[in-house]
């Protein structure tokens, strides 16, 4: 039955239930207490769950999906050692086989795919213990553009029935909509949210000329974005580089099938094809609708711009 769903939403569907594995393998990181935290470079952190869970990300998916380009945001060694069996999750999500694929999509083959996986993203905040910043992204992209994602956090907690469930998994497929979560409109004022581990005087200027009723500074590209599609923030900004294509994929994918928009600071599109530079050079521009996104746009300087696109 599966074979005749097609593959972007086969694709997704796996990516689901192949997050909520790697967000069991951040949460035991945490309680066994060992991170095993390696500094890749400044403000730059890696933990045994980054490598542990894009390990089993890139298993799953590359056994089910054999002709895919994957991109993780970690290493990978020359010769991976084999996960263990659990790891290889093949199930996939019920809800999302259901989905109807875009017109567009539905010839889509695996070589046609880059699929970009950020295993934690706001590594930052797992170390210091903000727990709820933290998620786990799969982004899939289709002629350099991001058709589909995930998020997972780990940590979001619900109440079912008396008992505590940890972790949720969110889901956008471009014109079907996304799931796992209630969305909500943006508040009536504007409410920004930006990094809380990475910020420079660039990043301080943007946020200055937006005139905003407050600032929110969280870790992660991808709780961001959850803000937005939440409504506890209008608009996410970022000035500066830092972020990668592994960060914004997921997470403009699953904000774009809400109606939502993410683009540089410039107000460019990025691509994710499998040759593109992986930097965001130019930073992150996100807003819950495109008026939002026109207005933050409309705010920033050209002389900031400028320093970003000659940085
Ligand atoms: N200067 C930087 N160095 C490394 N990663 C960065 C940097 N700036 C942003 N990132 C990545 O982008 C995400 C969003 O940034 P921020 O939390 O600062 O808003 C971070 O969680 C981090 O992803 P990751 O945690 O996956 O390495
Ligand atoms: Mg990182
Ligand atoms: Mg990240
Ligand atoms: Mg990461």
């Excluded at 996960?83 to 999302?96: G, I, N, Q, T």
Aim: with cysteine; aromatic share 6%.
């Amino acid at each position: 039955m599966s074979s005749t769903v097609p593959l972007v939403v086969r694709l997704l569907a796996s990516s689901v239930s192949v997050a909520n594995r790697a967000g069991k393998i951040v949460r035991d990181v945490m309680s066994k207490g060992e991170l095993g935290i390696v500094e890749k470079g400044k403000d730059d952190y890696q933990t045994e769950a980054d490598r542990s869970a894009q390990k089993c990300i890139i298993a799953a998916l590359a056994a089910q999906y054999p002709k895919l380009s994957i991109i993780g945001e970690e290493d990978r060694e020359e010769n991976e050692p084999e996960v263990p069996s659990d790891w290889l999750v093949v199930d996939a999500d019920k809800e999302v086989l259901a989905l109807t694929c875009p017109a567009d999509l539905q010839g889509v083959k695996e070589e046609d795919i880059v699929v970009w996986v950020d295993p934690l993203d706001g590594t930052s905040e797992y170390t210091q213990g903000f727990l709820e910043h933290v998620t786990v992204l799969i982004g899939i992209s289709v002629n350099e553009e991001p058709v589909a994602g995930v998020i997972h956090q780990p940590y979001y907690k619900t109440m079912i029935g008396g008992e505590k469930k940890m972790g949720r998994t969110i889901w956008g497929l471009r014109e079907a909509g996304v799931g796992g979560f209630t969305p909500a409109p943006p508040p009536d004022s504007l409410i920004i949210t930006t990094t809380r581990s990475h910020s420079n005087p660039l990043v301080e200027k943007a946020l200055q000329v937006m005139n905003a009723s407050q600032i929110l500074r969280v870790g992660g590209a991808g709780y961001k974005v959850l803000q937005l599609l939440e409504g506890k923030a209008s608009v996410y900004v970022f000035a500066s580089p830092g972020c990668k294509k592994w960060d914004t994929c997921a997470p403009e994918a699953v904000l774009a099938a809400a109606g939502g928009k993410l683009t540089d600071i410039l107000g460019n599109n990025y691509k994710y094809g499998a040759s593109v530079g992986k930097p965001n050079k130019t930073g992150v521009l996100a807003a819950v609708n495109h008026d939002l996104h026109n207005y933050a746009l409309s705010r920033i300087p050209q002389e900031l711009k400028e320093a970003l696109a000659n940085k």
